[in-house]
């Protein structure tokens, strides 16, 4: 990876209302702009185009950092008409991309939800996160909160293929592991699984046995999409990389999202693969609150898969489907 530019700006605000009815959630926090983790499926990308820049090379190497974020958060949080509603912490930006080792707005971000006991989610690829167990932990403790860990596969060639920033998906299964061994609830978004790439029975398989391995509190899953700026960095590289699956894609994605019926499929595996590992769908949002003591002792899943006889079984092979 090129090396980046990192810009000092300041915000004027820094929670963002989410107008998409079909999100699960209503408010996000971004301190970064631009991610140097580098997806090339990253549908963030179109955002850089605001500033004039474009969705491709200078998302990866042009970041801006809010280096007012924290304060700007707090002046935000202590407004009387804020509710308190649950935030979620990156979402058109790595909150743990590799410019937080610098800054520390996350931290600084944690640091204020926790003053003003206000629930957080974490979405990230990054492994810093284990930094910050303390302040995780004291958010826990007095308002609630999830991190979320991005991982669609863990091929090793596709992983460095489409995020080739960003870090190894085992080393994010283990900060996984290790957040979720101090309290801290924990799992994964396998996302986004790649048509052709990582939605066949045995990827989705091998990814959901190393989820539960690791000790995950919960797995949901979604399919590739591609919205206007991602889609001009992704097609590309499945032109040159993988041509015999460039026809496929052009059927499935003649707009943003692949047919209902063909993400459903794919889903369905990764439900299959669930509850075989015993685990439960990731947690909304609105659901967070403040850590309780644990009445069984320490955590401790099933580290063995559930058979549950044949009449579960599904069909596969549904990459094959795009490349007939």
């Not at 794919?266 to 909304?284: F, H, I, K, Q, T």
Request: aromatic share 8%; net charge neutral.
């Amino acid at each position: 990876m090129a090396a980046a530019q990192v810009t000092e700006i300041n915000c004027k605000t820094l929670i963002n209302r989410v107008s998409a009815p079909d999100f699960p959630f209503r408010w996000t926090i971004n301190p970064y702009r631009g991610c140097r983790h580098a997806c090339r499926y990253c549908y963030a990308r179109s955002t850089h185009q605001y500033w004039g820049m474009d969705a491709g090379a200078d998302f990866e190497s042009q970041i801006f950092a809010k280096i007012n974020a924290p304060s700007v958060l707090r002046h935000e949080l202590s407004r009387p008409r804020w509710g308190g509603e649950p935030i979620v912490i990156g979402t058109a930006s790595d909150p743990y991309e590799p410019a937080e080792a610098q800054y520390h707005l996350t931290r600084q971000v944690l640091e204020v939800m926790a003053e003003f006991r206000n629930p957080a989610s974490i979405t990230t690829k990054g492994t810093l996160v284990r930094r910050d167990i303390d302040v995780l932990k004291r958010l826990n403790d007095v308002a609630g909160v999830q991190v979320v860990f991005s991982v669609g596969t863990i091929d090793e060639t596709i992983w460095r293929q489409t995020e080739p920033g960003a870090p190894n998906p085992m080393a994010r299964l283990e900060a996984m592991q290790y957040l979720v061994e101090h309290g801290i609830p924990a799992g994964v978004l396998a996302a986004p699984l790649i048509p052709g790439l990582s939605d066949t029975s045995d990827s989705i398989d091998a990814l959901v046995a190393a989820v539960a391995q690791h000790r995950a509190r919960f797995l949901s899953a979604n399919l590739l999409f591609l919205r206007p700026g991602s889609r001009e960095w992704f097609m590309p590289f499945i032109r040159e990389s993988y041509p015999h699956l460039a026809p496929g894609y052009a059927r499935l994605y003649r707009g943003e999202h692949a047919p209902r019926d063909y993400t459903n499929s794919v889903l369905g595996l990764v439900d299959d693969a669930r509850l075989r590992w015993e685990l439960p769908r990731m947690p909304s949002v609105n659901t967070l609150q403040p850590a309780a003591p644990p009445l069984f002792g320490d955590f401790a899943p099933n580290l063995d898969p559930v058979s549950l006889g044949s009449e579960n079984a599904r069909p596969v092979q549904l990459a094959l489907q795009i490349a007939a």
